[in-house]
């Protein structure tokens, strides 16, 4: 399969806990997005790279959330302290600058904090 | 920044009938309208795109027209069949951003 993967697909955590997702986009795309999605919403924008630069950045993006892509591979989306609001799920995409630039989406990894 | 709308955000349809689903945008320098297609416990996944420099876009039975000047573009879905149930969204991009705006979704239900 090489479409986007995600890991893990579920997280369980307390309120105050610090959680950890990985993106791994398709395979020469250069483009990655990460966005949330709450139960019967449309995903919003959080942030996105392009290689290894983080260009752009939501408002949405508190403090505690900080993503890297440190190879311009696979990235990361860490939450740190996290509260109730915070349950979601979060979905990356990647694109190809270069081309049509559509965004592809991976299955997502539905948090939730107790 | 951008908006979009989408309506209606429920519909039932007789399995064999058309489906049709409206959005609309807010920012006039958006330029690329994707529809995406998703699934219970599934990731949103690309059905059809349009940019503004077409009008119309058709693959097989899914169909996207695009009103620049009203600001809005509609997904048609002909010959509707089961596995056609899904969530809907419409979304914008404009070239000043490489984020997608989303509408709210349509839950779409084809009755067998």
């Known amino acids: 399969d090489t479409g986007v993967s995600q890991n893990p697909r579920h997280k369980i955590t307390k309120r105050g806990q610090n959680v950890t997702f990985r993106c791994d986009p398709i395979s020469e795309h250069n483009r990655l997005y990460w966005y949330r999605q709450t139960l019967g919403q449309g995903p919003e924008f959080l942030t996105y790279?392009?290689?290894?630069?983080?260009?752009?950045k939501s408002r949405l993006l508190s403090d505690r959330f900080s993503a890297e892509r440190p190879k311009g591979s696979f990235s990361t989306l860490e939450i740190q302290r996290t509260e109730q609001g915070d349950s979601a799920m979060y979905l990356c995409?990647?694109?190809?600058?270069?081309?049509?630039?559509?965004?592809?989406f991976g299955p997502g990894t539905r948090l939730t904090v107790l | 920044g951008e908006n979009v709308e989408q309506h209606p955000s429920t519909l039932s349809v007789q399995e064999g009938d058309s489906a049709v689903i409206k959005c609309t945008y807010s920012d006039s320098a958006s330029n690329y309208f994707p529809w995406y297609k998703q699934e219970l416990g599934k990731g949103p996944q690309l059905i059809i795109d349009i940019r503004s420099n077409v009008g119309e876009k058709k693959d097989q039975r899914i169909a996207v027209t695009l009103n620049k000047t009203a600001k809005h573009f509609s997904l048609h879905i002909t010959e509707t069949q089961p596995e056609d149930s899904a969530v809907y969204f419409c979304?914008?991009?404009?070239?000043?951003?490489?984020?997608?705006?989303f509408g709210g979704g349509t839950r779409l239900m084809v009755k067998p």
């Open positions: 995409a990647s694109s190809f600058a270069l081309s049509t630039d559509t965004q592809y």
């Open positions: 790279f392009q290689n290894e630069a983080q260009l752009e």
């Open positions: 979304a914008a991009r404009n070239n000043a951003g490489n984020m997608l705006t």
